[in-house]
């Protein structure tokens, strides 16, 4: 079974606009941690935001925000105000711990093209 | 400029040949991982390392070998390659693997195998 679920191939966008990108997830554990990363064509997976499972508040970096709803397993990305920098690939993953390991599982990711 | 440095950015080679990647972290991290990016697939977990010890072997076949000498470099040394092993290897490094650490990842090498 798919651990993390990203159900938008491709994604665009006019320039300025907001974007959602949708991510849900499947554990049994209590405690997980959510992220998202930015993979533009240079190759590098970059950082954007983090939401722990027991976080009250929703996460927010800058122009990112985390729309966190646990009941739905869901982590959206939200971009506000979207720039033609954003163009990219951009990755759910899920960290729990497995056997005492720790995992970080990744979707397959949404590739969003801002449109000027 | 990024913390992780990866080289070479491009490798082809063939399935007799053995290479190696090199990656390099000047973060002071403590735990440094390869994973394995290939086209419409989610990365895949390959290896990693903890204060230079392996802590993770994700079944990985025996032709990637890791090398971790210290806490800054790690290898992966490949030999007799299948053209399905082609893909983009990228490695990352955290404080350590603890939940909330994040990663911080190189540009990656892209491998292909004729």
């Known amino acids: 079974a798919q651990k993390i679920t990203q159900t938008q191939p491709g994604m665009f966008v006019q320039e300025k606009e907001a974007v959602t990108l949708d991510c849900t997830y499947d554990t049994s554990d209590p405690s997980y941690g959510l992220f998202w990363y930015k993979q533009p064509s240079s190759g590098e997976m970059i950082f954007l935001i983090y939401?722990?499972?027991?976080?009250?508040q929703n996460a927010t970096e800058g122009r990112y925000s985390l729309n966190f709803q646990k009941a739905r397993k869901s982590a959206n990305l939200v971009i506000s105000a979207s720039q033609l920098g954003d163009s990219a690939m951009y990755f759910c993953a899920m960290r729990e711990v497995v056997f005492g390991n720790e995992k970080l599982t990744f979707g397959t990711g949404t590739r969003l093209t801002i449109i000027p | 400029e990024t913390g992780v440095t990866q080289t070479p950015r491009h490798l082809v080679m063939g399935m007799t040949n053995k290479k190696s990647l090199k990656c390099e972290q000047h973060l002071g991290h403590n735990a440094m991982y390869w994973y394995k990016q290939s086209a419409k697939k989610p990365l895949e977990l390959m290896f990693v390392?903890?204060?230079?010890?392996?802590?993770e072997n994700n079944s990985v076949p025996s032709r990637f070998s890791p090398e971790c000498p210290n806490s800054s470099h790690l290898f992966l040394h490949l030999h007799t390659l299948q053209p399905e092993d082609s893909a983009l290897y990228l490695c990352?490094?955290?404080?350590?693997?603890?939940?909330?650490?994040?990663?911080?990842f190189g540009s990656g090498t892209q491998l292909s195998v004729l």
């Open positions: 990352a490094s955290s404080q350590d693997p603890q939940l909330g650490e994040k990663l911080f």
């Open positions: 390392y903890n204060f230079k010890e392996q802590t």
């Open positions: 939401q722990g499972s027991y976080d009250q």
